[in-house]
């Protein structure tokens, strides 16, 4: 079988910080559509190879690919419109509205010296809309809820107009009802056609969202491929080091405990 | 309220103050007199040399280093991404004054005073940039602070000394009163001199506006939005610090400005940078003229200006934080 470009791509990389290799031999590929999520205990390294992966810190070694390109040889307006990111939590201390923050995405779409017009503003409440928030457009960021502020990023990601959305723990400090919705939007925006790579801790969440999957503890990668294949009771008893359990429900889910 | 209509509203606010400190003084001038001399009238030649000469020098230099203030003020909060920021947090006021009271001790004329300040200001924030770069690694925002106050504390150290060599009939009261800021030696000339500094460093503010209100979410995020955060940081610092450096060249040291102003813009436009820099301004230099129209009013003597900004700053600054506390804390 003739397989595509895949949209984001790393070789054999090597991360870390300074110059010190924190895990070496990663493979990954990701074409549209497909979920793929980096499954680890906290600390193990998921964050520093997202901001590698959106070449904030370079690889120690190893070739990241976006398309046909090499990262390396991108410019940070090029790799915004193809990768947009999605941080774990918004950071910033001023109550902007979810609106001024969606319109952000539209920077790397928009000349040096432009602010949005009517254009952007049209994207960005379609972006919205898909993740049915567009009724809180005018509200202050320090009044929405945990989930609410991460459906905000993610739409401020779609305004970017990236094929591959990075998303940094996107459900870790939400409570359920914010986590069944944030999941819902990533299904739904992977149906629609966006790659998505996503980082979690929780077994049963991998298993539910993702196509693919990467474990990954300090000692390096434990397991690489398909979700289903690879979320075994021995690879995560591996990857936590504590013993676990593997049950499939009724409706077909796979659980872990 | 829409954007355009807030900033008429400002515009106007401004022209009133402009009138009202025009009008104010020991020779006091009716609006209609102001109108008139503005227009060409000659025939009441008292009133057109008291506006010409020292009303509108003295309003306009005040609406001038309130704008520069203010704008520098909202500049240096968004891109260190906190409110608590004053454009002088890099030691521009401490540098300039340094080299002011320097001026002052070495007996200098006062255009000369004026000069040396403003090449000391940007001086010390050079000397900060420069260890920054040098101690290059983790934590680039904190770095630059920490240095600031360093190089900041040299130079107040450096004041307190030139202070101590001072003659202290003539000297140190001029020194006492230029670091406290007053722009009661003002004259024509000196804005004409100040302007393109001030220009040159509002220029790129105004056009880059929106991009530089995206700093404001943090440096990974801004990168991965496809901004060059921190050159447009630098960037954005050297236009802040050359605009403070000329206001305080020009008119001493007068704080609060440049932390409150802001505040009270961010009120009425939300953080969003391109909305806030013109509010900034207009607020900036309306409060200004105020502020400087109530020190030489108030007293017989000229009261300082940081005195001033001071009493009027921290009740307002105080009511600001009850009332806005929410909106920019976490």
């Not at chain 1, 952007?120 to 960021?141: F, K, N, P």
């Amino acid at each position: 079988m003739e397989r595509m470009t895949p949209l984001l791509s790393a070789s054999d990389l090597a991360i870390g910080h300074g110059g010190k290799a924190l895990f070496q031999g990663i493979d990954l590929r990701l074409e549209p559509g497909r979920v793929l999520c980096l499954l680890g205990p906290n600390g193990a390294g998921k964050t520093t190879l997202f901001r590698t992966l959106l070449g904030l810190i370079p690889p120690i070694s190893g070739r990241i690919m976006l398309g046909d390109d090499p990262l390396s040889r991108l410019s940070r307006v090029q790799i915004a419109t193809r990768l947009a990111h999605v941080p774990q939590s918004l950071t910033t201390p001023f109550a902007f509205t979810a609106l001024d923050i969606v319109l952000m995405g539209a920077a790397a779409l928009l000349g040096p010296f432009s602010r949005p017009g009517p254009v952007e503003h049209q994207q960005a409440m379609i972006a919205l809309s898909r993740l049915g928030i567009a009724d809180l457009a005018q509200t202050e960021i320090t009044r929405l809820s945990g989930g609410q502020r991460q459906l905000v990023l993610i739409a401020r990601a779609l305004a970017q107009e990236a094929g591959v959305l990075i998303m940094d723990e996107p459900t870790a400090s939400l409570d359920f009802a914010n986590r069944v919705q944030v999941a819902n939007a990533i299904r739904q925006l992977a149906v629609a056609g966006t790659a998505i790579i996503l980082s979690s801790h929780d077994p049963d969440q991998a298993a539910a969202l993702a196509d693919d999957a990467l474990l990954l503890n300090r000692s390096g990668v434990i397991a690489s491929g398909s979700a289903q294949e690879i979320l075994t009771a021995e690879n995560l008893s591996r990857l936590y080091g504590i013993p676990v359990r593997r049950e499939r429900s009724t409706d077909g889910r796979l659980h872990f405990s | 309220m829409t954007e355009r209509r807030l900033s008429w509203l400002l515009a106007l606010a401004l022209i009133a103050t402009l009138m009202i400190g025009a009008m104010i003084g020991p020779y006091a001038l009716t609006p209609s007199q102001i109108v008139a001399v503005l227009g060409g009238d000659r025939s009441d030649p008292q009133a057109v040399t008291v506006l010409w000469n020292i009303r509108l020098p003295r309003v306009l230099a005040a609406a001038v280093v309130g704008a520069a203030l203010a704008a520098a003020g909202a500049a240096y909060q968004t891109v260190f991404r906190n409110p608590l920021v004053s454009p002088d947090i890099l030691g521009v006021s401490a540098g300039a004054g340094f080299g002011a009271v320097l001026g002052i001790l070495l007996g200098l004329p006062v255009m000369a005073i004026q000069i040396l300040g403003f090449v000391t200001g940007l001086t010390t924030v050079a000397i900060v940039l420069g260890l920054t770069l040098a101690l290059r690694g983790t934590g680039q925002v904190l770095v630059m602070v920490l240095c600031g106050i360093a190089i900041g504390a040299l130079a107040g150290a450096g004041i307190s000394l030139v202070k101590l060599l001072a003659d202290p009939d003539q000297q140190l009261p001029a020194i006492t009163f230029w670091l406290m800021g007053s722009l009661a030696g003002i004259k024509r000339p000196d804005i004409g001199a100040a302007l393109p500094a001030l220009l040159i460093g509002l220029a790129p503010l105004i056009a880059l506006r929106w991009r530089i209100g995206l700093l404001a979410m943090g440096d990974d995020e801004a990168r991965a939005m496809g901004i060059d955060a921190t050159r447009l940081r630098l960037l954005v610092i050297a236009c802040a610090t050359l605009m403070t450096a000329a206001a305080v060249s020009m008119a001493g040291v007068i704080g609060w400005i440049g932390l409150m102003v802001p505040h009270m813009a961010r009120l009425l436009t939300g953080p969003r940078f391109d909305r806030l820099l013109p509010a900034s301004i207009l607020i900036g230099a309306g409060f200004m003229v105020l502020v400087d129209t109530s020190a030489r009013s108030i007293a017989t003597i000229e009261v300082p200006l940081g005195i001033l900004t001071a009493v009027l700053g921290a009740p307002i600054f105080v009511f600001l934080l009850a009332r806005g506390a929410k909106s920019w804390s976490e």
